[in-house]
């Protein structure tokens, strides 16, 4: 089992966690976050495998990763 | 003659370029940038050559060599990148080299921001490098006047064989206003016959600032300090604006002696006789400006820093009327408001913001 | 279930004020793990010039001052020649490190100055907007080289990791690339040996990172990793371009 | 007389774009004009603003203390320059992302739906041109004719479809 | 206490060690050669550090980062040098930083020569970066004074957290003269709660000079604004020779000051009332001084310039006593004589000489 | 009987005013000889920065630039920029061209400038009395090394030929001595094909030549050429260290 | 009282050492003394010198107009320093090397063979010495005891047949 | 047949011409020049092959070296 967070107040919207991602799990929100930013989402979340791919490439540490041990 | 809509940095980029600037060596730094920028697509269209320097030490030297040669060359940079200039600041005065030198000011001291200051006013007229020399400072305070400034500022430099400082600041810099691209009538200019070229034909030269002894250094320092003597008896430049009935004169230059006009207008449209001096030459200093002050019952000088000017109003002055400051800092612009507060308080008028 | 992944100790909280897509973040990120997994945050002090990450002192949790343009590692040997027991690092643009701190970065290296600097190399001078820089590839069009950068006439872009590694007392010198998660490991592993050269007072240390600036090159974020990846990695020669016998022991 | 405008968005809005609409449509209008940006080493996307005066007498401070007319297009923009506006002014807001709630009496606020409208014309970019149309009447100093002109000076020679477009969204805003 | 024959460069490095300056970076040039030089060999007998910087804008952000750790710092240049150093100068005051910067004035501008000169006065003073700053600079006159203003220097800077400029010239740091190296006793000196070092058990801390906005900025500038005000009110400071009932004032400062008391006591043996104000802070200018001028009938500036300090005796005198002036150039120096019969001339005095 | 050996026309009559013995004299005859034989006296223009050979504006025939301290290449880039067409050549000691001016002699070598730089290696700041310079040997005593340089705390000597060697502007590299007469022959050779690079337009030119200073390495002038020898030699690569492709079908 | 004392010669002539052993000796003396020497970026090996002033007073002005008493150790200081040596002053010149034939008579001239003087002491170098002695009995504000001191306190420690050799001179050239 | 000049204004003493010549044709002479210092003289001048080796090394320029052709 494995979780994608996005922490919305740090998301630029860059779009390059998305493109990194191999089960396609996150996408462009429609909501704006204070700055107007329109942040990513985990829209598929379940397809999470945790393997941190996303944070790697994330300029902006918008995403934490969770994971069962 | 149709104009042109463009900021005040790229008037100050054409300009050089219909004065027959031929060289621009320069480093990138905001609020000055657009002048490299745009030189660097406009001036080889017109047969010149931009050189971004590695730095700024490398740009005004790279003047230095090509001023050398006898062709027109300018540099441009802020504040920082100004004071990286200082030592060739003072190799170009003393070498006696032709180069036009824009100095965008912005807020200081240090890194500090990029918000319009007056703070390099000492800087450019007094201090900058070491030795003592002078240069010639001319303050724009509008779009048509960082046109027209730069051009003459070629001629200038090359009559009197002198670095000259534009003095303009981030505001006028950004700003954007109509520019009438006037042609310059052609100065009548002393011949370059001391310029480096290659010696075919005629006895070696040299270009250089050294004194090898302390005889031949007072000779030489006497010799720039008769320039300096010259230039200060016959460069005075300023704009008297409802001065000739004032009882009250303001005096402020570049951007604050143009916020200062409206003030002007102001307070006049209330009655009061407030009149203003705007420094043009900021080096020399216009003294003349202040030779008759009959009627005048205080001056008020306005600054974007610690007050530097008005130290040079008060030695024009000379105690003949009581001279206050007012300031603004850190990039922050009085408004004509403001100003006319001001004046209302220091001289105990009833003024109306 | 346990984070895994997440804000690094080395960082302070405040999100970064870099554009979006800007790899500056991602460095900072690497650098920020490294001062956590080394334990080191405490006992370092960072030093940021002029550049978009002039403002980089409020990211990072260690100490910081900042230098003016291009005096970086100049700033940085007055700390380390008063604090020799400390770490002291750079974090420094292209423009900043390879323009008007050219004297520095060469005069640290020769000098073995027991610092580690970070090149930041995006090709251009992002703060002031876009200008040629001496990193900016031949035929690239910048604000300064409207028509393309002109190799002919300012030289084609300058290498700067191979020009310090000639140097004797830059004992470890490494070229990396942010544009992939493979090249982002392989910079984290980089950095951590350049702060470790220095704990072990090894001398000079240089990693130099290929970084993207989304802004001023006008292209998408995703758009510039590609960019970077036809246009500056076939220039700029990557890898642990230098390694000293006792770097090698580390 | 003299219009002193303020402008204020986030970057990419096309906030400087109006200015410098406004700005050419004054000085083809034998107008004097002076355009301002605001200057900062802000984080890029940031609040972005710059200021415009067209006057029919020469421009001697370009400094707006308190403006005659705002166009805001995002909500900061709206807190910061409200109480700019000098009473009897008026401030255009772009009402699809900006709440008007912090309200003064003493202004005339005329909230548009700009973005909506701009995506009816197919672009949601074009929302700063629908709020210039709709603060177009209250000006004194420049027309829809000027305005046309400056448009076309400014984009029209390069690419006519850009030029209708945008004129498209300020008769719009301008409820023509 | 005994004394020691010392070249006054040499003082300054001696008074630098007993003063627990811990690092000095700084490129060597004439004629100030002799600090760096006397320091490589005992500074670090007395577990200190010397470093050539590769240049002079090396060394002075050398000084700025280890300023930034709390260590007690110099560096030490001359004119040109000192030009280079310009940025950074300002970058230290902004940032707030302790710095001692010896410049030894030699002649210019742009190489000049090696003889003395107090040109680089305004640039000490007024000039010199960008932004408007104000930094302390104390001006020795003889061997004894360069030790104990250098070990003044370092408290000073620590007091104000500003750069402290000693401006000496290339005649006192070539001169030798017997020195008492006093120890100076120890002075009450805030904290340095605002040093780096890491941050192990304290929040972290930053060191830098930026305003990220205009209203940052002008908060940032009011601050240094009061402070320079403090400066000024509490650091004037002055030798008054014979000047209590003089009827003509010699002011000169550094090499001019100690002249000129050759030239009062000349004068004072012929009967003539003449005083000397020898300015020992350039800046603050020790406008207090000249606070009362009763029965004072004129003023002789003397320099070695084209005329810089005179504007500040003139601003400091307002008008209340005519100021003359009298310089020499290019690294020569005025005799007693010259001055007495300067100070003749001017004032319609029958002198000998 | 016919003059075989003589001054040469590059230089005037004037005696220098160097040292006895100071081999600063024997590079101004090469050069001297060189502008001679090229026949370039009356298109050439020299700059010479502050240092010992600050004053050699004097002593060459053709026209001449004094520039600031480390300047030199800045100042002779504004010129040939301005006269393409001339032949411009810096004479800078190694002070000059390696400390103060180290930002100069990478940029000039990376953008290929069109000049000829010639690099006088003394080891010491000679003019200001001998202190220590970059190039200053590893124990070697100075008036800022009073101890011995101690290449662990200021580096060792910095080979700036082989780092400007780096650059690709940069086209012709040589490192030659004057201390013998097989060797003053070979400088010479080397600086002709300087100039002669510069004639074709090739790129950027760098001759260094190491060079006694009798006067403040407290030596005999023959001393001084043993002293060269044993320590000089050893520490500097010697040769032609670059050439491009087009410099060796010259 | 005050001494003002002019020493000029070669490079390497031992002008500037002389200077400094007045200077001493006026200092262990008790006086107050000051030593300059000259500086220029003149060729090496051309002319060195330098002046001394001793004196039972601060020496305020250290500059020397007209001097009291002059060293001259060859023909170009002569030239150059016999105008500056003030009337009733005295000048010791080495006149092995110098010719005194540019002649003053307000002036007492000392001429001395001290080169040949310090060859007979087998080293040419202490011609400076020589002449140092000589002029010793002329000034006022140091003797052969203090400048015995000095040279003590100069070479004495390290190198002990330096003190001798150079004492040898001295008291040579004062006719000892 | 060669010969060496001397001339005398420029030499500075400095020996280097001395050391390198293979004939010994070069001493130090007994007469300063105007600046002072004791020129070289050719000592043994017909001695001299022409070989240049003393101007080579000279770094004043003060030899010239004539032959017959
Ligand atoms: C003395 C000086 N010159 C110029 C500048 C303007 N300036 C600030 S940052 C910079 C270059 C930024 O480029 P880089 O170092 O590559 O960093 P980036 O912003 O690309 O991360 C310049 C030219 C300055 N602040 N100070
Ligand atoms: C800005 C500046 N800094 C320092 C100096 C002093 N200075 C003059 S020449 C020189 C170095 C001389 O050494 P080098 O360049 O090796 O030439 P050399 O005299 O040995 O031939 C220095 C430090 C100066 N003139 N200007
Ligand atoms: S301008 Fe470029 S380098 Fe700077 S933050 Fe934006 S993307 Fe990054
Ligand atoms: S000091 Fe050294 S380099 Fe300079 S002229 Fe004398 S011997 Fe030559
Ligand atoms: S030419 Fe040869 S043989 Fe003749 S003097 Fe010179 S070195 Fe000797
Ligand atoms: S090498 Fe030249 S300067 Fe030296 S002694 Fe011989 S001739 Fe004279």
Chains 1, 8 share one sequence.
């Not at chain 3, 989304?214 to 292209?219: E, K, Q, R």
Request: glycine share 10%.
């Amino acid at each position: 089992m494995a979780k994608v967070v996005v922490l919305s107040e740090y998301c630029k919207s860059c779009g390059l966690c998305i493109g990194v991602c191999p089960r396609k799990v996150l996408a462009i929100g429609d909501k704006p976050n204070s700055k107007g930013y329109y942040v990513v989402v985990a829209a598929d979340p379940d397809k999470c495998i945790g393997c941190g791919l996303c944070g790697t490439v994330c300029p902006d540490l918008a995403l934490e990763i969770y994971k069962d041990k | 003659m149709s104009k042109e809509l463009m900021k005040g940095n790229e008037a100050i980029g054409e300009a050089a370029i219909r004065a027959g600037c031929k060289l621009f060596f320069g480093y990138p730094i905001t609020p000055s940038t657009e002048i490299v920028e745009y030189l660097s697509k406009h001036l080889p269209k017109a047969g010149g050559t931009v050189l971004q320097g590695e730095d700024e030490v490398a740009s005004i030297n790279m003047c230095y060599g090509a001023a050398t040669t006898g062709a027109r060359v300018m540099t441009a940079s802020s504040s920082p990148g100004f004071s990286l200039k200082q030592e060739g600041m003072s190799y170009l005065a003393a070498a006696e080299l032709p180069v036009v030198v824009v100095n965008v000011n912005r807020t200081g001291p240090g890194l500090g921001g990029l918000g319009p200051s007056q703070a390099d006013y000492f800087q450019c007229t007094k201090g900058g490098g070491h030795g003592g020399y002078r240069q010639i400072v001319l303050a724009p305070s509008k779009g048509q006047e960082l046109y027209d400034f730069t051009m003459e500022a070629f001629d200038l430099a090359d009559k009197y064989r002198t670095p000259v400082v534009i003095l303009s600041d981030g505001f006028l810099g950004q700003m954007m206003e109509p520019v009438e691209l006037k042609k310059r009538p052609k100065a009548d200019l002393p011949a370059k016959d001391w310029v480096v070229g290659g010696c075919k034909g005629r006895a070696k030269r040299k270009v250089a600032s050294y004194s090898l002894t302390n005889e031949i250094g007072e000779v030489n320092n006497l010799h720039w300090e008769a320039k300096f003597a010259e230039m200060k008896d016959s460069l005075q430049r300023w704009e008297a604006f409802h001065a000739e009935d004032a009882e009250y004169l303001i005096v402020g230059y570049g951007t604050c002696g143009r916020i200062a006009k409206s003030a002007v207008l102001k307070a006049r449209r209330q009655g009061i006789k407030v009149g203003l001096i705007r420094p043009i030459t900021l080096w020399p200093f216009p003294e003349e400006a202040f030779a008759n002050l009959d009627g005048v019952k205080g001056i008020l000088t306005v600054e974007l820093n610690f007050g530097q000017m008005v130290e040079d109003v008060k030695l024009a002055v000379e105690c003949r009327t009581p001279v206050y400051f007012h300031n603004r800092l850190g990039g922050m612009l009085p408004s004509e408001n403001e100003i006319l507060r001001k004046l209302g308080q220091v001289f105990d008028l009833a003024v109306e913001v | 279930m346990q984070r895994v992944f997440g804000r690094p100790k080395g960082l302070t909280e405040l999100p970064f004020h870099y554009c979006p897509g800007c790899t500056h973040g991602v460095i900072h990120r690497l650098i920020g793990e490294v001062l956590e997994e080394l334990d080191i945050i405490g006992d370092t002090i960072g030093v940021a010039p002029v550049g978009c990450a002039g403002f980089s002192l409020d990211f990072f949790a260690c100490d910081f001052v900042g230098a003016a343009h291009g005096r970086a590692q100049a700033v940085a040997t007055g700390i380390k020649r008063a604090l020799p027991d400390k770490i002291v690092f750079t974090y420094q643009g292209d423009g900043d490190i390879a323009a008007i701190g050219t004297a520095h970065s060469i005069h640290v290296a020769a000098r073995g100055e027991k610092i580690t600097s970070i090149m930041v190399n995006n090709a251009v001078f992002g703060m002031t907007g876009g200008q040629m820089a001496p990193t900016t590839i031949g035929g690239q069009i910048t604000t300064t080289s409207p028509y393309g950068r002109d190799c002919a006439l300012v030289g084609a872009p300058i290498d700067m990791p191979k020009t310090v590694a000639t140097l004797s007392g830059a004992v470890y010198v490494a070229a990396c690339s942010v544009d992939t998660p493979k090249n982002i490991i392989q910079a984290k592993k980089c950095l951590k040996k350049a702060f470790q050269v220095q704990q072990a007072g090894l001398g000079y240390a240089l990693v130099s990172i290929l970084s993207t600036c989304p802004t001023n090159w006008g292209l998408s974020p995703a758009d510039s990793l590609k960019w970077l990846q036809e246009n500056m990695l076939p220039v700029y020669e990557m890898g642990e371009l230098k390694m000293t016998e006792e770097v090698k022991a580390l | 007389m003299m219009d002193k405008i303020l402008l204020a968005g986030f970057g990419g809005q096309g906030v400087m774009f109006i200015g410098k609409i406004l700005t050419y449509a004054g000085m083809l209008d034998g107008r004097e004009v002076c355009w301002i940006p605001s200057y900062g080493p802000e984080m890029r996307g940031g609040t972005a603003n710059c200021s415009v005066v067209i006057s029919d007498e020469e421009i001697h401070s370009p400094v707006i203390e308190y403006a005659d007319f705002a166009i805001v297009l995002n909500q900061p923009s709206y807190d910061k320059f409200l109480p700019r506006v000098k009473p009897g002014g008026v401030l255009v807001a772009n009402s699809s992302i900006v709440s008007t709630a912090g309200k003064r009496d003493d202004i005339e606020i005329i909230a548009v739906p700009a973005g909506d409208m701009a995506n009816e014309l197919g672009n949601v970019s074009l929302a700063n041109m629908v709020c210039l149309g709709a603060l177009l009447p209250k000006l004194t100093m420049v027309d829809l004719a000027s305005v046309e002109k400056a448009v076309s000076a400014v984009v029209g020679k390069k690419k006519p479809e850009l030029y209708e477009l945008n004129l498209a969204a300020v008769r719009k805003g301008l409820g023509k």
